[in-house]
């Protein structure tokens, strides 16, 4: 079965920058690719950007464009969020997210189980 | 951008009760809109996607509908365990947005 097992919660200082990693099983790695979503506390849900585990593009969201790097690891089977210039308002829970597709539609099938991350000074 | 709003943003219904979540789309996103549960400290559960289809697990008590730029999530007998979150989500384009969310609680 699909696994997503997500690295664990982090504490940054403002200006700091945050790596996630997200290590897939039980499937072939490189058939989807993955995206990465936010929540703040009590807040909706933030689509981040996307990967594409096949050949490493990607596509990022406007708002993080300049601050976020999305890479993977075929040999592990992980892709990583990377997220600079930290500050408090990052402050939220980050999941990858493993694509679906059919039929040209996309949806988010299989979640990690989330990694935490709070900057405070 | 593509903007999702859902209505309306909270919904206080009992056990039994049938209920009904809209979600607009600021342009016609054909059926590229898919539907998740979230409850509190969970990450969130794909319900629904291309609109209608339901995802293999769910119960059948969950339905949607819709095209273009309106749509629906039906639950036709609200259980106790379906008292949490919902989003819909666009994926016709990126950045594939959420709506903000509809907290269902009971009555």
């Known amino acids: 079965q699909v696994q997503l097992v997500q690295s664990g919660a982090e504490v940054k200082k403002p200006g700091a920058s945050v790596k996630v990693a997200c290590k897939a099983s039980g499937y072939t790695f490189t058939t989807y690719g993955f995206s990465w979503v936010r929540q703040a506390p009590g807040q909706g849900l933030e689509w981040m950007g996307w990967i594409s585990a096949y050949n490493g593009n990607t596509n990022y969201a406007q708002e993080f464009q300049g601050r976020v790097t999305m890479t993977r690891d075929t040999s592990t089977s992980t892709v990583f969020m990377e997220l600079t210039s930290l500050r408090s308002d990052d402050t939220a829970i980050y999941y990858c997210?493993?694509?679906?597709?059919?039929?040209?539609?996309?949806?988010?099938?299989?979640w990690g189980q989330g990694t935490l991350v709070t900057v405070s000074s | 951008d593509i903007q999702m709003t859902q209505s309306p943003s909270s919904l206080s219904a009992s056990v039994g009760d049938r209920v009904t979540i809209t979600c607009r789309a600021s342009q016609s996103i054909s059926r590229y809109l898919n539907w998740y549960q979230q409850r509190p400290g969970r990450a969130p559960k794909l319900l629904i996607y291309a609109a209608s289809t339901l995802q293999s697990g769910v119960p059948s008590r969950f339905s949607g509908s819709g095209s273009g730029t309106d749509f629906t999530l039906t639950i036709s007998s609200l259980q106790p365990e379906d008292f949490a979150t919902y989003y819909c989500q666009q994926s016709h384009t990126t950045p594939r947005s959420f709506g903000q969310g509809t907290e269902l609680d009971i009555k």
């Open positions: 997210v493993r694509e679906g597709e059919v039929a040209g539609t996309v949806f988010f099938p299989f």
